[in-house]
Structures are given as structure tokens and as C-alpha cells.
């Protein structure tokens, strides 16, 4: 008995469409056509997702932010240009571009605080 992998990735996010919205509009995912009650679910594989946060968790009060210690990588077809894209779009770059060894590389910080690494 083994794990295989990840196959679903979700972030809890304070406002729903406002996450959903940058997703989508930011970074060009599309929504999957069914979603589970309180999230959104995106067209990728694995299957990434926001939603509303379970009861009990409070983002306002996880320091530094959410996400603390957890790493997430997209892969992007450019990165560069969706880079160029952000930051033109007022969205805080957490790393500035490097060629790195999966390519392309750099961090934005999404609506919620998450600092997402985007590689090509």
C-alpha cells in the first residue's frame, strides 16, 4: 500500500469569488463545471481549488500568513509573461524572476496572503 501522489489541493480563503475571480481572471484557470458546496474547483490536474475556510480556522489569525510553511508550485507555459502580467496588474511579486532548475521561476502573494511560486 502506497501513496500515489497529491489529487486535490485546496487554499481557504477569506472571500470566495474574490479568490475565485483572481484565479480565474489573473492567472487564465478555468472552473470545473462541479464543484463541492463552498468551493471553487479549477480545470487542473490535480485538481486545484478555494473555498470557504472549515470551522475553527480563523486566516486573521495565522501568522505570518496563511500558508505558513506550506509550498505551492503552478506550472505556467510563461512564466515571465504572466510575471509581467501581476505586477502590471498591482499583485505583490514575493520573488522577482530566476532561471532556476524547473525553468523560469518567480512568487506572487494572492488576495489571502498565500505566496504561490509560479515555474515554467
Known sequence: ????????????????ERAAEFYETRLGLERAPVAPP??????????????????????????????????LWLRADDPQA????????GVEIAAAPFDGPFGRTFSFRDPDGYVVTVHG
Open 1 to 16: 500500500m502506497a501513496v500515489i501522489g497529491p489529487s486535490f489541493i485546496a487554499l481557504q480563503v477569506r472571500d470566495l
Open 82 to 89: 504572466l510575471h509581467d502580467s501581476l505586477a502590471s496588474n
Open 38 to 71: 463552498h468551493a471553487v474547483v479549477f480545470a487542473t490536474e490535480p485538481a486545484f481549488a478555494v473555498r470557504e475556510p472549515l470551522p475553527g480556522v480563523d486566516l486573521d489569525a495565522i501568522m505570518p500568513a496563511p500558508g505558513a510553511g506550506m509550498v
